[in-house]
């Protein structure tokens, strides 16, 4: 019997792509945000109050997952930024190699801001890297309070957490300052933001927050393109 | 349920690892799971006997070890496995502490066994 020690990634092919398109962002100046959340906590919806808010100096781009149907990027390709539609056709989460396969024919440098949303699931997502800068959670209001604690992977993965549909707050019984200590415990340091894409609260701080991140983004990007 | 795709990576792996020695033949590999990775345990084992039944590898084991969250104290260095969401320095209280490890989703070792090769 003979022990060969390995000290390898699971997903180590998963992972090299990943790398390689995080290197591929960071010179094109692409900051890549991977949005994430149970099924109907308003990713899509995020992302065209986004696209409707953002101003003319920001060059975005939207790849959305589903297992089926083209109805998201319908929906977002009414903004004029390019949209793909990636459908898994059954698999749970977005891998970097579906990534890689779409970006095909898209210009990264004409692209400052490219947000992946991927298949609702708080689960499998936040196994694979998919490039992207920075994960961002959605947590709506008609979910539990206890979810961080419940799905703490991805809550402790996240930089962000956006808390969706807050004009319902009054109608549920959703205790919000819980569920941001409960994000908190999870991960310590997670910014925390609480939106309403009906009624649009709270958007102009998301903004504010990709704005700041974008900056950040780009002295980054200035040191590795030097 | 992502873990057949974990499975088959682990898999995928042992084959490729085992095919760079002659004559050798995988029994067990050891793969290390974070408990931050959202793998279940069970499920994974479950998608990998189902992978390996009716192959040649039908007799390959996945042995799977399960890592705790750990954290270090910003104070005093202490590094220390955090129980629930309480992340305080076990040693000195100290509340500021850093993430270490729990997030592992890795091929730890393979065991090989010598079989006689019928074409040598």
Redo the contacts between chains.
């Keep these: 019997?003979?022990?060969?020690?390995?000290?390898?990634?699971?997903?180590?092919?998963?992972d090299r792509i990943a790398a390689e398109l995080r290197e591929r962002f960071l010179t094109h100046g692409t900051l890549c945000l991977n949005l994430i959340s149970s099924p109907g906590s308003g990713k899509t919806s995020l992302l065209e109050r986004t696209l409707q808010s953002i101003d003319g100096d920001w060059r975005a781009a939207v790849l959305t997952g589903d297992i089926q149907t083209e109805n998201d990027a319908s929906r977002l390709r009414r903004f004029g930024f390019p949209v793909k539609q990636i459908t898994t056709g059954g698999?749970?989460?977005l891998?970097a190699s579906m990534i890689e396969r779409h970006l095909v024919g898209w210009d990264l440098d004409a692209i400052d801001l490219l947000f992946i949303e991927n298949v609702g699931n708080l689960?499998?997502p936040?196994?694979?890297d998919l490039g992207e800068a920075a994960k961002v959670v959605l947590l709506s209001v008609t979910e539990g309070e206890d979810k961080p604690?419940k799905?703490?992977?991805?809550f402790?993965?996240s930089e962000l957490a956006v808390i969706t549909k807050t004009d319902l707050l009054p109608h549920v019984h959703f205790n919000i300052t819980e569920a941001e200590e409960n994000a908190r415990?999870?991960h310590?340091g997670i910014d925390i933001l609480r939106v309403s894409n009906t009624r649009g609260d709270g958007i102009t701080r998301w903004i504010a927050w990709l704005d700041k991140r974008r900056t950040q983004y780009y002295s980054k990007h200035a040191v590795a393109t030097v | 349920?992502?873990e057949l795709?974990?499975a088959n990576?682990?898999f995928e792996?042992t084959l490729c690892?085992a095919g760079l020695?002659r004559c050798?033949r995988p029994?067990q590999v050891t793969?290390r799971i974070g408990e931050?990775?959202?793998?279940d345990p069970g499920a994974l084992q479950f998608c990998f006997n189902a992978l390996t039944r009716d192959t040649e590898f039908a007799k390959l084991k996945l042995k799977i070890e399960v890592c705790p969250r750990k954290h270090r104290c910003s104070a005093c260095g202490t590094e220390f496995i955090v129980n629930g969401?309480d992340?305080r320095c076990r040693r000195c209280g100290e509340e500021k502490t850093d993430?270490v490890s729990g997030?592992q989703?890795?091929?730890?070792?393979?065991?090989?066994?010598?079989y006689e090769s019928v074409t040598a």
Excluded: W
């Excluded at chain 1, 019997?1 to 390995?6: C, G, S, T």
């Design positions: 019997m003979n022990q060969l020690p390995l000290e390898k990634k699971v997903l180590k092919e998963n698999t749970c989460h891998d689960v499998c936040s196994s694979y604690l799905y703490p992977s991805i402790f993965k415990r999870v310590p | 349920m992502h795709g974990i990576s682990i792996a690892e020695h050798m029994t793969v931050l990775t959202a793998v969401y992340f993430f997030d989703l890795e091929l730890a070792s393979l065991e090989m066994e010598q």
